[in-house]
């Protein structure tokens, strides 16, 4: 069961560090990625981080704005520098080891997914 936390209102410019966390689960077993979903858009994925933390994948359209990190317990998504085009929910997901899909931001490339932290960026 993952929990996702850090979300809320922001104006454009501004930052928020999502958080993720698990119960039930190790978390330092799986590889996370952060996805977001718009109203009336697909989901798409924003970043991801193995499990040992060693590789991570970005979006294009994060522009290095967004960092991922993880401790043990808890998968980070740092944003900075956020636009009105990043609101979304906001969900991160999991799969036990390695990423098995070609690309580790693909929706099926994850089994287990939180229920998601709105993100808003208005003025």
């Known amino acids: 069961h993952l929990v996702e936390s850090g979300g809320g209102l922001v104006q454009p410019g501004g930052s928020l560090r999502l958080s993720c966390v698990a119960s039930?689960?190790?978390?330092?077993?799986?590889?996370i990625a952060w996805f977001r979903q718009a109203p009336g858009k697909e989901r798409e994925g924003v970043s991801s981080?193995?499990?040992?933390?060693?590789e991570t994948r970005y979006g294009e359209f994060t522009e290095g704005r967004f960092t991922i990190s993880r401790d043990r317990n808890t998968v980070y998504l740092e944003m900075n520098n956020l636009k009105p085009e990043d609101t979304a929910v906001y969900y991160c997901?999991?799969?036990?080891?390695?990423?098995?899909?070609?690309?580790?931001?693909?929706?099926?490339?994850?089994?287990?997914w939180g229920q998601g932290t709105q993100v808003t960026v208005s003025s």
């Open positions: 997901a999991a799969t036990i080891g390695i990423v098995v899909a070609p690309d580790p931001l693909e929706v099926e490339a994850y089994e287990d």
């Open positions: 039930g689960i190790t978390l330092s077993l799986y590889s």
């Open positions: 981080i193995s499990h040992r933390g060693g």
